[in-house]
């Protein structure tokens, strides 16, 4: 039977410091957030930090410190004290949420000063002014009345895609997966591509080798700031530049809202892929900015390693007549796995010895699938057919999976939407 495939863009930030988008029709932004913990150390502060928009209004590190300066390993009880939500069902599903995840994450928190979810976020994003991550909640939601909150407003990057005639297509898949299912363990694996995707931003941006040596009682984007040539992406940006021009180029289109040439509308989903398969990305969202390149790396391996879930990244050709039928939407280039890759994989390897220096994975990455081809000219949903009955699923895990999680249920957040 024929699974819908469902597609979702990634969230994360687009830039260092204006990552908000449009807001939503309620319009009341951040204003309805206050602390999961009220009894907390740090809730008197939590809200003022965070609603700091402006680079003067930035709260000093003393004022509300990154948890990992004052807990080495952070537990999901550090964690809710850092927690602001707008409604009491959100903290308690974030905090279930938390008990599925695996060591590595939590950890990674140690780099953050607060989390926010909130009914008007979207995307989800890290912000330098205040050292925390923004989370959509739509990730979360398990019943009607949950959803009901949650702001409906697209993506404002859509519109910027909409301008070309190809589309980049992704998602994280497996042949075991049941579309149908909502529930605590189908959500807790969404959050988890989200959470790592976002927490890289964190740990990128704030590192923590640096937390004994910087000057705590300036504000914490002052200090972020002068850490930029720390900065793990940085690093990686030296040391394994990528090098494709034209990606960047395209990126600047599909991202960042930059104005496309007729000329530019001409580009076809498989010169697209030619553009993008020399170089040694992991996603065309990697060409945004030095910090989502770091950030895609380690969201794919992250989620290979600890839930077995293969990525599909593929540019795909929009139908002459608008379509909901995902199969209108040719392949024209496509791949599974495209950290497999050899010169892929090894910048992603030095992205994990960078964000997590205490882990060891040599087996994960000697054992990383290589990558597999999505066959051109298929339509979106048939590749993932075709290509899950032919793969081979042979990666296995030496690690301790958490035996509540169901680890062949992933459920994409949302439908596919598409829009000529």
């Known amino acids: 039977m024929r699974r819908f495939s469902h ?21 009341e932004g951040l204003a309805n957030v206050y602390p999961a913990v ?37 537990t999901i009880d550090d964690i809710s004290e850092r ?39 979207r995307p989800s994003f890290y912000q330098p002014l205040t050292g925390a991550i923004y989370l959509d909640p739509y990730g979360l939601w398990l ?37 149908s299912k909502r529930n605590l363990e189908t959500i807790s694996v969404d959050m988890a591509r989200l959470l790592f995707h976002e927490l890289a931003h964190a740990n990128d941006l704030f590192p923590p080798a640096s937390y004994d040596t910087v000057d705590t009682s300036q504000r914490i984007y002052t200090v972020i700031e002068s850490l930029e040539s720390q900065f ?49 990305a992991s996603d065309d969202y990697a060409y945004t900015s030095k910090h989502e390149d770091l950030a895609m790396l380690f969201e794919e391996v992250m989620m290979k390693i600890h839930f077995d879930l293969d990525r599909d990244i593929a540019f795909v050709s929009v139908p002459q007549t608008a379509s909901n039928d995902c199969d209108e939407y040719k392949v024209g280039w496509g791949v599974r796995n495209r950290v497999g890759e050899e010169r892929v994989l090894l910048r992603a390897q030095w992205v994990i010895e960078q964000l997590l220096p205490e882990s060891n994975y040599p087996e994960w990455i000697d054992a990383f699938p290589t990558p597999q081809p999505l066959t051109p000219g298929d339509g979106w949903c048939e590749s993932e057919d075709v290509l899950s009955i032919n793969f081979d699923k042979s990666f296995n895990t030496p690690l301790q999976r958490k035996p509540t999680l169901d680890l062949n249920a992933f459920l994409r957040p949302r439908p596919l939407q598409l829009h000529q």
């Open 38 to 74: 009220p009894t907390a150390p740090y809730a008197s502060v939590l809200k003022g930090c965070v609603t700091a928009d402006q680079t003067n209004e930035s709260c000093t590190i003393n004022r509300l410190p990154p948890l990992g300066m004052e807990v080495v390993n952070p």
């Open 232 to 280: 793990p992406s940085t690093l990686l940006t030296a040391t394994y530049p990528l090098e494709s021009d034209d990606m960047y180029y395209l990126a600047g289109i599909l991202y960042r809202g930059v104005a496309a040439s007729n000329a530019d509308r001409a580009i076809t989903a498989t010169e697209v892929g030619a553009f993008f398969e020399p170089d040694t």
């Open 83 to 121: 927690l602001l939500v707008s409604h009491p069902w959100m903290a308690e599903r974030f905090i279930q949420v938390l008990n599925e995840m695996p060591a590595d994450m939590l950890q990674l928190f140690g780099a953050v000063t607060a989390v926010v979810i909130d009914d008007d976020i």
């Open 143 to 179: 019943n009607e009345a949950e959803l009901s909150v949650i702001s409906m407003v697209e993506d404002y990057r859509g519109e910027y895609i909409r301008q070309m005639n190809f589309r980049p297509f992704w998602r994280y898949t497996s042949p075991y997966v049941d579309f």
């Open 7 to 27: 597609l979702f863009f990634i969230a994360g930030f687009l830039c260092l410091t204006a990552c908000h988008g449009g807001k939503s029709s309620r319009d």
